[in-house]
């Protein structure tokens, strides 16, 4: 989900930035491509999902042609971010899908 959301945004910038490049579409591609390779690698899911919503929003608006794909990326990009980071390495589940975490035991959701 998060190469759904990452890959077509970066490959839209590159495609912009070989043809004519505009100033302050620069400045929103640039965060556009920030947020993506956040995405992409996991790091600060809810923040860089966020951010990501709000520039496809803003480019659903801007742009004439075709702005569907901003819509869906944008809606898988909230989405990403409503869901958060996942479990880390210090999460565990157990086969019947209660949680707990190792180590500490602060954590038990026992079923």
């Given amino acids: 989900m998060r190469a759904v959301a990452a890959i077509p945004p970066v490959q839209h910038v590159i495609a912009g930035l070989l043809t004519a490049p505009q100033p302050l579409l620069g400045l929103v591609e640039l965060v556009e491509v920030g947020a993506a390779a956040l995405l ?6 809810p923040v860089a999902g966020a951010l990501m919503a709000t520039v496809q929003l803003y480019l659903a608006f801007s742009h004439y042609h075709d702005p569907w794909i901003h819509i869906t990326l944008g809606t898988v990009a909230a989405a990403l971010a409503m869901l958060g980071p996942g479990p880390g390495p210090w999460m565990r589940v157990d086969s019947d899908g209660s949680a707990f975490k190792s180590g500490t035991g602060e954590l038990e959701v026992r079923g």
């Fill in 40 to 45: 992409l690698v996991g790091f600060w899911t």
